[in-house]
């Protein structure tokens, strides 16, 4: 399976932006998908998730209320649609796939199987 992450630049506080993640090699439906993020001399970690069919959803308390996943699984595409971005938001975005999880915390892991390639996301105060 092979991820493509698109849609990162640069965007004022505030401001919006949507990431799309496409897929091929696999139809998409058959994963699990999330979006994690690092910050230049960070770790890489959890931002959102979202279940096979897109019925349940999981985010990071830190983009709560400002971020949404979702899923196109005829376009073979999750998106994340950022909202009310703050400068913190700054990052390396990925999206990841995984084909089980067997428990809600596996959501937040970073044992993905798939990655894609990441999108510099830049947000100016």
């Known amino acids: 399976v092979q991820l493509q992450a698109s849609g990162g630049g640069l965007v004022q506080a505030g401001g919006s932006l949507r990431l799309s993640c496409a897929a091929s090699?696999?139809?998409?439906?058959?994963?699990?998908m999330g979006w994690f993020r690092q910050a230049p001399g960070k770790e890489r970690v959890f931002v959102a998730g979202?279940?096979?069919?897109?019925?349940?959803?999981y985010y990071a308390d830190s983009v709560t209320g400002r971020f949404t996943i979702s899923r196109d699984n005829a376009r073979n595409t999750v998106y994340l649609h950022m909202n009310k971005m703050k400068t913190e938001d700054t990052a390396v975005y990925y999206c990841?796939?995984?084909?089980?999880?067997?428990?809600?915390?596996?959501?937040?892991?970073?044992?993905?199987?798939?990655w894609g390639q990441g999108t510099q996301v830049t947000v100016s105060s």
């Open positions: 090699g696999s139809t998409l439906s058959s994963l699990v």
């Open positions: 990841a796939g995984r084909e089980r999880v067997w428990s809600t915390s596996d959501y937040y892991t970073s044992l993905y199987d798939y």
């Open positions: 979202i279940s096979w069919s897109g019925g349940k959803t």
